[in-house]
């Protein structure tokens, strides 16, 4: 199973940006998939996570209001829309899958099976 992250980019504060995770595998609606990123100096938190079937999600308090995780078993795509952005968003952003049942949700980075490379998001103020 690979991951590829990608839409990174540099916005102002207040501006909206989309990241998508691309997943490499024959049995992509098996994983529940997780976003989670990591500023400099700090430890990788999560930031959202979906179900299998896309009808359980989970958000960090930090982001509830302003971005939602999507999935698409069509297409193999996780998505995270982020509106509101504010320089504390400002990481580098990574998607990470696991298997599990069909409602589980992923609320730790722990236990993730596979990882990919983060993309870079800069919040300016």
């Known amino acids: 199973v690979q991951l590829q992250a990608s839409g990174g980019g540099l916005v102002q504060a207040g501006d909206s940006l989309s990241v998508s995770c691309a997943v490499s595998t024959r049995t992509f609606n098996m994983y529940a998939v997780g976003w989670f990123r990591q500023a400099p100096g700090k430890e990788r938190d999560i930031v959202a996570s979906?179900?299998?079937?896309?009808?359980?999600?989970y958000y960090t308090d930090s982001v509830k209001g302003r971005f939602t995780i999507s999935r698409d078993n069509g297409k193999n795509t996780v998505n995270l829309q982020m509106n509101s952005l504010k320089p504390e968003d400002t990481a580098v952003y990574y998607c990470a899958a696991v298997s599990g049942t069909w409602s589980y949700i992923p609320r730790t980075s722990d236990g993730m099976d596979y990882w990919g490379k983060g993309t870079l998001v800069t919040v300016s103020s």
């Open positions: 979906i179900s299998r079937s896309g009808g359980g999600t």
